[in-house]
């Protein structure tokens, strides 16, 4: 499978799972995959997690981990699942934290996943606007490519409560459980 399609499977897969996601969505998304929790990784996190981890669910079910990228293993771990599954906050703080120097943090990735994107409008289950990915865009450009928070939309039908990690660092951190310990 080539990178545009897989890109676009991913973020199809996202469509699907997340309702009222906007453009804006999709960008945070390509965001995190590039930069992971980069914003995130000097502030304090444990009461931040311990909180999310406590908010009311929403009406679908959050899946323990949603991949972010189509080529490597970075990925949201929803809070709630994670607390119903065992997870403590003290272990997705540590995956966070051994995650964050992974990612590449490059703009220039950022940009070319977000032009391969627009390359990919057609292909996405939602229909987008490409005028509204231009102007977008230009947005992006003028803020140097800026990290952004999710559209109202988004929150509202989503009340995200999750962080960016590597999936095989929360691996790692998992205590071994009589059955099978690895993640989805």
């Known amino acids: 499978m080539n990178q545009r399609a897989s890109l676009a499977n991913l973020v199809n897969y996202h469509l699907r799972l997340h309702g009222g996601m906007e453009l804006i969505d999709i960008y945070k998304l390509a965001y995190q995959s590039v930069f992971g929790p980069e914003h995130l990784f000097h502030a304090p996190m444990t009461h931040d997690i311990l909180r999310e981890m406590q908010t009311p669910g929403v009406t679908f079910a959050e899946p323990?981990?949603?991949?972010?990228?189509?080529?490597?293993?970075?990925?949201?771990?929803?809070?709630?699942t994670a607390r119903r599954q065992g997870i403590t906050h003290?272990?997705?703080?540590?995956?966070?934290?051994n995650s964050a120097r992974q990612f590449s943090r490059s703009q220039n990735t950022l940009c070319r996943l977000w032009s391969e994107i627009g390359n990919s409008l057609e292909s996405l289950e939602k229909r987008f606007n490409a005028e509204d990915f231009s102007r977008l865009t230009q947005f992006l450009q003028a803020n140097g490519f800026a990290p952004l928070h999710h559209s109202s939309a988004y929150r509202r039908m989503n009340r995200p409560a999750y962080r960016v990690l590597m999936k095989d660092e929360l691996e790692r951190l998992m205590p071994p459980s009589p059955a099978d310990s690895r993640l989805p």
């Open 64 to 80: 323990l981990l949603e991949p972010i990228s189509p080529s490597d293993n970075a990925c949201r771990v929803n809070l709630r």
């Open 90 to 97: 003290q272990i997705v703080e540590e995956a966070v934290r």
